[in-house]
């Protein structure tokens, strides 16, 4: 390998990097419009250990939507850390650290719900900028009160069934198909 191909390569995973950073930061600051700016178009969400449901494809504005309507009633901190990025010419594949915590005042519980586990993202380059097209949140364990995201609250009950429909899980299987 070149000095050269070793700079490519720091300079994509760098650039990874940074797309996860502000993945991260946009959610805890309730930026969406940089939070949007991470994804493809459409992406493939496997948030089953979480949510129960098949991984689906959905338009990254619809998913930005359900996260911007189930994360905004509580404060949140993700952290990132261990990250293990490899490139593949315009893919690469990441396994990144990370702790998620959330906070909301309650009478119902204690106000905190942790999560500790990892994201496998797939990313993509479009031009000069990587993408995130695929990413699977899991996590070895949680702690606290997942009382604290009101599912029955009708917007985000809405973007739900919107966002984790039939349509969407059977894209997902054609997507992985090719």
């Known amino acids: 390998m070149t000095d050269a191909d070793k700079l490519a390569v720091l300079w994509d995973e760098r ?7 502000n993945f991260g930061r946009a959610l805890d600051a309730g930026d969406w419009p940089l939070y949007r700016s991470t ?4 992406v493939l969400i496997d948030f089953k250990r979480l949510t129960g449901c098949d991984e689906i494809r959905v338009s990254a504005d ?9 994360l905004s009633p509580v404060r949140r901190h993700h952290t990132y850390s261990n990250f293990h990025i490899d ?3 315009d893919h690469a594949l990441a396994l990144v650290y990370m702790t998620a915590r959330h906070w909301k005042a309650t009478d119902l ?4 719900y942790n999560q500790y586990g990892w994201y496998d993202v797939h990313f993509e380059r479009r031009g000069e900028r990587w993408l995130i097209a695929r990413i699977k949140h899991d996590f070895q364990w949680v702690s606290g009160n997942n009382a604290l995201f009101d599912m029955s609250e009708p ?3 809405a973007s739900m069934a919107k966002v984790f429909c039939d ?3 059977k894209a997902a299987i054609a997507a992985l198909a090719l």
Request: aromatic share 10%; no cysteine; net charge negative.
């Open 39 to 42: 994804f493809t178009d459409h």
């Open 87 to 89: 490139v593949d010419g």
């Open 155 to 157: 917007n985000l009950a």
């Open 62 to 70: 619809d998913w930005t939507d359900f996260a911007e309507l189930i």
């Open 167 to 169: 349509e969407n899980r």
């Open 15 to 21: 650039a990874i990097t940074k797309v996860m950073l």
């Open 109 to 112: 519980g204690v106000s905190e």
